[in-house]
T-cell receptor, first 111, second 115 residues
């Protein structure tokens, strides 16, 4: 089983749509969870951390289910500028220094 | 806004040659990292560095790789004898504290092409 698994997509949605991404992780001892965004041939950038209670940042909502080892990201009212690859990231449970990246889910928002 | 800077942005080298990739982390950050991304694949951890020593390294980070912080600002990744499979984008990153729960700030990357 992959350490961090994501649906590769692409998700092709119209502007204004709501889209949800899911991610599962294999190590139940992982403690920190993040969503990063990566534009084509650019560096990853932190979108948001994911907390146990769930958290929201504007149009973005992240949820964590530790029992199922499942993380989600919901994007409401999609903008053209949201087109990117969304990376699910967890820290290596045996170390606080190492981040483990999923392969990413590609989102295309069309006019 | 402070940022991580990397040089060169792109380097082409012959197999077997040594390559040094340079990074200037954000000035008040304490933890430094190298990650790599082979084209079309996921971002992979190589090494973390704290207090002038390696704190963790991955299986990828074999004897051909080394890191150094030669002065107070630069953080370098050296590949001693490059192989074709070393072709990738190499990202330097830094963080204020340890990863959990801190944010990693990535540089724009150095693309290495090994011929």
């Amino acid at each position: 089983r992959k350490e961090v698994e994501q649906d590769p997509g692409p998700f092709n949605v119209p502007e204004g749509a709501t889209v949800a991404f899911n991610c599962t992780y294999s190590n139940s001892a992982s403690q920190s969870f993040f969503w990063y965004r990566q534009d084509c041939r650019k560096e990853p950038k932190l979108l948001m951390s994911v907390y146990s209670s769930g958290n929201e940042d504007g149009r973005f909502t992240a949820q964590l289910n530790r029992a199922s080892q499942y993380i989600s990201l919901l994007i409401r009212d999609s903008k053209l500028s949201d087109s990117a690859t969304y990376l699910c990231v967890v820290n290596g449970a045996d170390s606080s220094y190492k981040l483990i990246f999923g392969s990413g889910t590609r989102l295309l928002v069309r006019p | 806004e402070p940022e991580v800077t990397q040089t060169p942005s792109h380097q082409v080298t012959q197999m077997g040659q040594e390559v040094i990739l340079r990074c200037v982390p954000i000035s008040n950050h304490l933890y430094f990292y190298w990650y790599r991304q082979i084209l079309g694949q996921k971002v992979e951890f190589l090494v973390s560095f704290y207090n002038n020593e390696i704190s963790e390294k991955s299986e990828i980070f074999d004897d051909q790789f080394s890191v150094e912080r030669p002065d107070g600002s630069n953080f370098t990744l050296k590949i001693r004898s490059t192989k074709l499979e070393d072709s990738a984008m190499y990202f330097c990153a830094s963080s204020r504290g340890s990863v959990a729960p801190g944010e990693l700030f990535f540089g724009e990357g150095s693309r290495l092409t090994v011929l």
